[in-house]
């Protein structure tokens, strides 16, 4: 069993590391509190290796991942259109500070990495490995194995979010933050409807987030033009009450 469990670790871990999923927790860690990230992934985790040796092990039945993909793909763009959301002109109480609105509360940062993560990791090669484990090995080996492997390389990718993001100001994470959530549900997107090649579909997934950071750019030096209009407007306001 030992062996089984190491075996499953190792596969999964190695896999997991420059994939996907641990992007995506190296970004939820940017935004969100880290121990907030880390339980979700672990919750996840749980969940959806339990569902994949249950398949491989008893099951051998194959999951809709076409209309998972899908599922993730939208969970991904509009929580990185969310994240956007709160960092256009006018939202933040003090447009000259680098502080952003108050972070989401823990419980609610908890379901959307929770509900990202689970829906990512459905029908991903990181799940298909562990069936192909379960199907000729102890599926409680290969689940336990499993678990940690993948668990442990999300806690590696939050390492590095916490550590870089203790040098970025708050505002410039939730830009990047949500130019990656959109770049990982377009690339999960078009990864599902297109038979695109990898590099491909890479390539062509990093063009909704270059357009929605135009659009950003242009919004905030509309709304940089339009504060200069009104502060020259009171100038002559505030002479004529001097006088």
């Not at 000729?136 to 336990?144: E, M, P, S």
């Not at 078009?190 to 390539?203: E, I, K, P």
Request: proline share 3%; aromatic share 6%; net charge neutral.
């Amino acid at each position: 069993m030992i062996t089984t469990v190491l075996l499953s670790f190792g596969a999964l871990f190695l896999a997991e590391l420059g994939d996907k999923s641990q992007l995506m927790a190296l970004t939820f860690a940017l935004r969100y509190r880290w121990w907030v990230v880390l339980g979700a992934i672990a919750t996840a985790s749980v969940a959806v290796n339990l569902i994949a040796v249950g398949v491989g092990h008893f099951l051998g039945a194959a999951l809709p991942t076409e209309l998972i993909s899908l599922f993730a793909a939208a969970t991904l763009i509009l929580v990185g259109l969310w994240t956007l959301r709160e960092v256009l002109p006018g939202r933040a109480a003090a447009e000259d500070s680098e502080e952003i609105p108050a972070q989401p509360t823990s419980r609610s940062a908890f379901l959307v990495v929770l509900s990202a993560f689970t829906l990512a990791e459905l029908g991903d090669r990181t799940m298909f490995a562990t069936m192909a484990l379960a199907s000729n090995k102890g599926w409680l080996a290969v689940w336990i194995g499993s678990v940690a492997g993948m668990v442990a390389a999300g806690a590696l990718a939050i390492a590095v979010g916490v550590t870089v993001g203790k040098h970025i100001p708050e505002r410039a994470i939730a830009v990047c933050s949500g130019l990656l959530f959109l770049y990982f549900g377009a690339l999960t997107l078009l990864g599902t409807v297109t038979h695109l090649g990898s590099a491909a579909v890479a390539v062509a997934a990093a063009g909704l987030p270059v357009l929605a950071g135009i659009a950003l750019i242009a919004l905030r030096r509309r709304a940089s033009a339009t504060g200069g209009l009104r502060a020259a407007e009171e100038i002559p306001a505030a002479a004529d009450q001097v006088q």
